[in-house]
């Protein structure tokens, strides 16, 4: 039998009053991490972030992936329309991060992982 894990993200553990949904955890994986935001429409509470130098994750990379509606990333203060189809990934040189999203809701998927490492970060 595949080692292999399927489940549908409504079955899936989740945090913060449904927003975050732990993906990485419910499904297994083990050499990259990976959560699913559910954010409503025109939120704008996600923690303005970097992975550089002294945080507590250095060299940590981001994808982010919505899968529905739109969201506004903001890269060192630059403005990055994401909507369904439209992928970013963020790496460790920049020094905040910060999105918000629009409307409908957004539930964009956030993969981590550190360059040339197999080990989960999130």
Same mark, same amino acid.
């Given at each position: 039998?595949?080692?292999?894990?399927? @489940?549908?993200?409504?079955?899936?553990?989740?945090?913060?009053?449904?927003?975050?949904?732990?993906?990485?955890?419910?499904?297994?994986?083990?050499?990259?991490?990976?959560?699913?935001?559910?954010?409503?429409?025109?939120?704008?509470?996600?923690?303005? +972030? +970097? +992975?550089?130098?002294?945080?507590?994750?250095?060299?940590?990379?981001?994808?982010?992936?919505?899968?529905?509606?739109? *969201?506004?990333?903001? /890269?060192?203060?630059?403005? +990055?329309? /994401?909507?369904?189809?439209?992928?970013?990934?963020?790496?460790?040189s *920049?020094?905040?991060?910060?999105?918000?999203?629009?409307?409908?809701p957004?539930?964009?998927?956030?993969?981590? *992982? @550190?360059?040339?490492?197999? *080990?989960?970060?999130?």
């Amino acid at each position: 039998m595949p080692d292999a894990t399927i @489940k549908r993200l409504d079955e899936m553990e989740s945090f913060y009053d449904g927003l975050v949904t732990r993906a990485r955890a419910e499904l297994g994986v083990t050499s990259w991490g990976m959560q699913v935001f559910e954010l409503p429409p025109h939120f704008d509470q996600y923690p303005n +972030h +970097h +992975h550089g130098e002294g945080a507590g994750d250095p060299g940590q990379e981001e994808v982010y992936i919505p899968l529905a509606g739109s *969201a506004t990333l903001v /890269l060192d203060g630059e403005q +990055h329309r /994401l909507e369904a189809g439209v992928w970013a990934r963020s790496t460790r040189s *920049a020094s905040s991060t910060r999105a918000r999203t629009a409307s409908p809701p957004s539930p964009p998927t956030c993969s981590t *992982a @550190k360059p040339g490492s197999t *080990a989960a970060t999130a």
